[in-house]
């Protein structure tokens, strides 16, 4: 989830403070996120703030075999 928010930024051309406002959170935590750093975040937060930027996004989960 990290990796499509920051490929999110990247196509996009986006600065982070742009994303944090678009996201609903601080540059801080914006920096986190792309740097990887998911510790203070749940899956389920970092889907919201994926699906803030792309509504349309389908996430699939599967367990491997």
């Not at 986006?14 to 959170?25: E, H, K, N, P, T």
């Not at 389920?44 to 792309?54: A, E, F, G, H």
Request: charged content about 25%; aromatic content about 6%; proline content about 2%.
């Amino acid at each position: 989830v990290c990796q499509l928010i920051a490929r999110y930024q990247r196509e996009y051309g986006l600065r982070q403070d742009d994303l944090a406002s678009m996201m609903g959170v601080d540059k801080a935590r914006v920096s986190e996120i792309i740097r990887g750093k998911t510790g203070h975040f749940t899956l389920d937060r970092l889907i919201d703030y994926s699906q803030r930027l792309m509504p349309n996004m389908k996430i699939q989960i599967s367990v491997a075999a």
